[in-house]
T-cell receptor, first 115, second 116 residues
Framework: DTGVSQDPRHKITKRGQNVTFRCDPI?????LYWYRQTLGQGPEFLTY????????KSRLLSDRFSAERPKGSFSTLEIQRTEQGDSAMYLC?????????????FGQGTRLTVV | AQSVAQPEDQVNVAEGNPLTVKCTYS??????LFWYVQYPNRGLQFLLK??????LVKGSYGFEAEFNKSQTSFHLKKPSALVSDSALYFC??????????????FGTGTKLQVIP
């Protein structure tokens, strides 16, 4: 399967714990995005990488959130000191090239439940 | 600022009938417009996009969408609905005229229910 891969698919954690999610984009896609989706809402942009550079961060991304993309390949999203409000589906997407009119390819998401 | 509105939370249509899922947008420049579909517990799948050119865009699974600049709309259509089309549909927009990276803004989604 050459699609966007996310791990884990589901994560249940206790409030206050740290969690880390991984995203493997489609090979050779230089753009990578993280979105958050809550029930009844569309995906909300969190952050964007072009290769290894994090070029844009949403105000939704508080200081408890950090994302990395070492070497411009896979990416990780870490949430520290999780809160119940962090419960959501976290979606990763990638797209090729330099043009902003290309569509993004999404992974299946990581569903986080904070109890 | 850019925004997308999907005025219907849910659309019900009988199998075999034509379907329309509505989307209106707001951008300060020219829009890039996208439709995605999401099945339960899955990520989003790209259906089609409008970048420039012909206002009628054809996409995957027999879907098409019509760009209407005067009405700032990009409604998704299909001539004959299938039960397997039942899913959550998202419209998205990006302002093409702004420099640098501009994120895509998604609508809140419309649940399509095709009734056998």
């Amino acid at each position: 399967d050459t699609g966007v891969s996310q791990d884990p698919r589901h994560k249940i954690t206790k409030r206050g714990q740290n969690v880390t999610f991984r995203c493997d984009p489609i090979s050779e896609h230089n753009r990578l995005y993280w979105y958050r989706q809550t029930l009844g809402q569309g995906p909300e942009f969190l952050t964007y990488f072009q290769n290894e550079a994090q070029l844009e961060k949403s105000r939704l991304l508080s200081d408890r959130f950090s994302a990395e993309r070492p070497k411009g390949s896979f990416s990780t999203l870490e949430i520290q000191r999780t809160e119940q409000g962090d419960s959501a589906m976290y979606l990763c997407a990638s797209s090729p090239g330099e043009r902003s009119n290309t569509e993004a390819f999404f992974g299946q998401g990581t569903r986080l439940t904070v109890v | 600022a850019q925004s997308v509105a999907q005025p219907e939370d849910q659309v019900n249509v009988a199998e075999g009938n034509p379907l329309t899922v509505k989307c209106t947008y707001s951008v300060s420049g020219n829009p890039y417009l996208f439709w995605y579909v999401q099945y339960p517990n899955r990520g989003l799948q790209f259906l089609l996009k409008y970048i420039t050119g012909d206002n009628l865009v054809k996409g995957s699974y027999g879907f098409e969408a019509e760009f209407n600049k005067s009405q700032t709309s990009f409604h998704l259509k299909k001539p004959s609905a299938l039960v397997s089309d039942s899913a959550l549909y998202f419209c998205a927009v990006r302002d093409s005229d702004l420099g640098g990276y501009q994120k895509v803004t998604f609508g809140t989604g419309t649940k399509l229910q095709v009734i056998p």
